[in-house]
Structures are given as structure tokens and as C-alpha cells.
């Protein structure tokens, strides 16, 4: 397989196969991610790419899932995508599943009809970043997606038969925003009702410019956080992770069964004594 660095995947695709169908993110401005900062977006040569699916089918033909990099590949254009997921199936006979990461607005671009021909493709779980529910903070951070949009998204993506993967950011509010970024992640979670969900602590990117108002929370600030939007939230049927490196109390579950369980693994944390409230307290060595 031919990469370009860096080369990002989310942590439940580790055992799929990564095929990168263009180099870096579409939109790369927003100021919490550092991610594709050193890349100039374009797409791979399509003949190239074509070549290279066909002999990794004959290298790896017993690959049962892929995982499409980099940013945002949902943005391609409807005919590329199905020509592309065309080639996986013809390259691959027990593929069972396609994944790649995508934003509110990419999935809107597609059409009802495109979407329920992009899943018949085997097209299955669209990673989208919400970070946060509070349009203020993502407009701080100069995320250019709309709330209402990613809500729309999330709801008609689902209702066509594909899978969304949500992520938020906790402390991405701050201590200006916090109250609001907890009300209003936790609103939008229970009109989106994901199939899965996500939480991830924000960590300071060295090099990257900050909001100048933006004031970072504490460590027990951030858990406690998180437990109050666990508590918050009413979801009927989505599995939950909180065990990224970033997280100061790793967590897992599925919501509704093990939401009780969770808050008290948070409390006994944030009674503990152990978290710091003054600072971040020890940060993961890499994200």
C-alpha cells in the first residue's frame, strides 16, 4: 500500500485495512485540531488508486474491512465514491464493511437515494466530529459546520442505513462556554441519538493558535464534565467510549444498560481526591 504522512485512523479501525483516497482534510481550519496541518489537501490519481485497490485484493483477498483516509472523504463527489466502493467489491468478496471519516455537511450533500446506494456498497459507519453542541464554540474554533446541520445529517445518515460515529470535546468550552457546551452537547446527543459515541478530553496542541479567550478547564473539572453530560443524556441504543489516551478515567459501555454504572465509576474518581483541580494533571505522552 503506497501511505503519505501523517496517516490517521480512528481507534475501532485498527484492524482494517487503510487505503488513503486523499491526502489531508478538506476544511483544516479548525483551531482544536492539529491533525492535517502540514498537508495540502488533494485527491489520489484515480487510475493510481484503482491500481493500487485491485492489487491489494489479490494481497490481502480475505479483508473483510476498510477504512477509507484522510479527512472527510464523505466530501467526494457521489459518482467517485461509487465508483471507488465499486472497486473494493469487486477487489475484496468478503468485504463486509467500508468506514471513513466525514462532516455534517459532506453527508448533505448526498441525497437520500445516494445514501441508500452508498450503504447497499457497503458503505457503513461515517465518523463525524460534533466536538461540541454549542454553535458558539464551534464558531470559536472556527469549525465551519452548523449544529442544526450535523443534526440533520446524523438523522437522515441513520434513517438510510448507515452508521454514525460521533465524537465530542470535553472542555472544548472552556470556562467561558462550559456551562453551555455541557447544556447543549447533551440537547443535541438526544435529537441525534448516534449508534455510537465518543468523548474525548481537548488537549492543547502545541503550535496551534487558541482562541484568545479560551481558558482551559481542570482535570476534575473535565470528569466532571463528562459525568454530567453521561447523566444527561437519553440515548436508546448507542455504544459509548470514553477510553481514549486523552481521557483521565477511561470509560466504555452501551447506553441505556451501563449509563448507572459509568456515573458511579465518575463519581468514585471525583470524590477520590486524585484528580487534579487546578490543572490539566498529567497529560498522555501522544494523542
Given amino acids: 500500500m503506497k501511505y503519505v504522512e501523517p496517516l490517521f ?171 453551555e457546551h455541557i447544556a447543549q452537547t447533551i440537547s443535541v446527543l438526544n435529537r441525534m441519538q448516534p449508534r455510537q459515541l465518543s468523548a474525548l478530553r481537548y488537549i492543547l496542541i502545541p503550535g496551534l493558535s487558541l482562541p484568545q479567550e479560551y481558558l482551559p478547564v481542570s482535570e476534575w473539572e473535565a470528569v466532571e464534565e463528562l459525568r454530567r453530560i453521561i447523566a444527561g443524556v437519553e440515548l436508546d441504543r448507542t455504544v459509548f467510549r470514553a477510553n481514549h489516551t486523552s481521557n483521565p478515567v477511561p470509560l466504555s459501555g452501551r447506553f441505556p444498560p451501563d449509563k448507572k454504572w459509568m456515573l458511579m465509576d465518575l463519581d468514585a474518581e471525583l470524590n477520590s481526591g486524585a484528580l487534579d483541580e487546578n490543572g490539566p494533571g498529567a497529560l498522555p505522552l501522544s494523542l
Avoid at 487505503?19 to 476544511?27: S, T
Avoid at 498537508?39 to 493500487?52: A, P, Q, S
Wanted: aromatic share 8%; hydrophobic share 40%.
Fill in 9 to 179: 485512523r480512528p481507534p475501532a479501525e485498527a484492524d482494517s485495512l487503510i487505503i488513503q483516497v486523499a491526502y489531508g482534510c478538506p476544511h483544516n481550519h479548525c483551531k482544536f485540531c492539529g491533525m492535517y496541518k502540514t498537508v495540502r489537501y488533494h485527491l489520489r490519481n484515480k487510475t493510481e488508486l484503482l491500481t493500487e485497490i485491485a492489487a491489494a485484493g489479490i494481497r490481502y483477498p480475505f479483508t473483510r474491512r476498510v477504512f477509507l483516509a484522510d479527512g472527510d472523504i464523505m466530501a467526494l463527489p457521489f459518482q467517485l465514491l461509487v465508483e471507488y466502493l465499486e472497486a473494493l467489491n469487486r477487489a475484496f468478496p468478503k468485504l463486509s464493511r467500508v468506514n471513513l471519516y466525514a462532516n455534517g455537511s459532506s453527508i448533505m450533500m448526498k441525497t437520500e437515494a445516494q445514501l441508500k446506494e452508498l450503504h447497499k456498497l457497503k458503505l457503513n459507519t461515517l465518523y463525524m466530529g460534533l466536538e461540541s453542541g454549542s454553535q458558539n464554540v464551534l464558531d470559536l474554533f472556527n469549525k465551519t459546520e452548523s449544529v442544526e446541520e450535523m443534526i440533520q445529517a446524523v438523522t437522515s445518515a441513520q434513517q438510510n442505513g448507515l452508521k454514525c460515529s460521533v465524537m465530542i470535546l470535553i472542555g472544548l468550552g472552556g470556562k467561558k462556554y462550559r456551562e
